[in-house]
């Protein structure tokens, strides 16, 4: 029986079922809409669209790299709870995301999980992670990720078993395991500092024109009657100190704080004998953004065991 648009309407309907799984159900039980809720339900489908609505804030950041530090991946996952963003299957499937990425095309988490899943190319990623989301028992979501090619090396960082992930992609004249540290001393700076761009040079001119302006009503609000070339004096000095605060190469290097990122960098490029340049830097921390919900530790227990 041929499977028509109005059937995985109305099973779509029926079930809140991804699209493609309706169209897989239908085609499965030969366009029979009971049998194909059936389908649905025993392969996980079904129970998890119920589950789709739960906040899923919790979870993994990953970060891997190919073996030739040329490539890598960071990818968030959520979860509803810290707990299943523990267990070893989830983190496993967080992983088995992270390769998948590493070898795909896609642009964007919509392409990602229309793409056969790597590990079973009969299902998509959207399949896996509903499979996932069956076995596990909770709201799953692959939120964001992010790929760089490095002409140069790649180095990555995991922070606190997934709270953070980093990637530094540097110029270098050789990627070696040398190097690779150097950037990974890097990665653990963003991590920890947390900085907004590489350089000054990447600071939107609007956005300094605004802090001025604000720094400069702050400071004559604080020093009534100073004259304005002090004014401005003090806004210079605020607004560069604001800056060593949000850009990398500015910031304090976390290991040694008589150098500079920046001079941390120049002085391990000298000692390698390659020139290390940072291009650029991606830094996920999990939940960022996402309202996280309220639940106590011998709720969130129960739930697991099915009390």
């Known amino acids: 029986m041929a499977v028509t648009a109005q059937m995985v309407k109305e099973l779509r309907e029926m079930t809140g ?4 799984d309706c169209k897989k159900a239908l085609t499965e039980t030969n366009g029979d809409i009971e049998k194909a809720v059936d389908y649905l339900r025993e392969n996980g489908m079904a129970k998890a669209a119920k589950k789709a609505g739960r906040i899923a804030a919790e979870g993994i950041s990953f970060v891997t790299l190919s073996a030739d530090w040329k490539y890598a991946v960071a990818v968030e996952v959520n979860s509803e709870t810290d707990f299943v963003a523990k267990n070893a299957e989830f983190k496993t499937f967080v992983e088995d ?3 998948h990425i590493l070898a795909s095309s896609a642009k964007d ?7 056969p899943w790597a590990k079973d190319n009969s299902n998509t990623v959207e399949q896996a992670l509903a499979s996932k989301i069956a076995t596990i028992g909770e709201n799953l979501k692959i939120r964001r990720f992010e790929k760089i090619e490095s002409a140069g090396a790649v180095a990555a960082y995991d922070h606190m078993n997934g709270k953070i992930g980093v990637l530094v992609n540097a110029e270098a004249d050789g990627a070696n395991a040398k190097v690779i540290t150097v950037l990974k001393d890097v990665a653990m700076q963003v991590a920890a500092l947390n900085p907004k761009y590489v350089s000054r040079d990447e600071v939107d001119q609007d956005y300094i024109a605004h802090e001025t302006e604000v720094l400069k009503t702050q400071a004559r609000l604080e020093n009534p009657g100073k004259p304005e070339n002090i004014i401005e004096q003090m806004v210079k000095g605020r607004l560069a100190k604001e800056l060593r605060e949000i850009c990398l190469l500015d910031q304090a290097f ?3 704080g008589d150098l500079t990122v920046a001079q941390y960098l ?11 340049t940072v291009k650029n830097f991606v830094r996920f921390e999990t939940g960022e953004g996402l309202e996280k919900k309220q639940e106590n530790f011998a709720d969130e227990v129960a739930k697991q065991m099915g009390m």
Do not use: R
């Open 254 to 256: 976390v290991k040694d």
């Open 97 to 99: 995301v992270a390769n």
């Open 266 to 276: 120049e002085k391990m490029s000298k000692e390698l004998g390659s020139n290390i």
């Open 109 to 115: 988490v919509e392409a990602l999980l229309a793409e």
């Open 17 to 20: 079922a991804g699209m493609m």
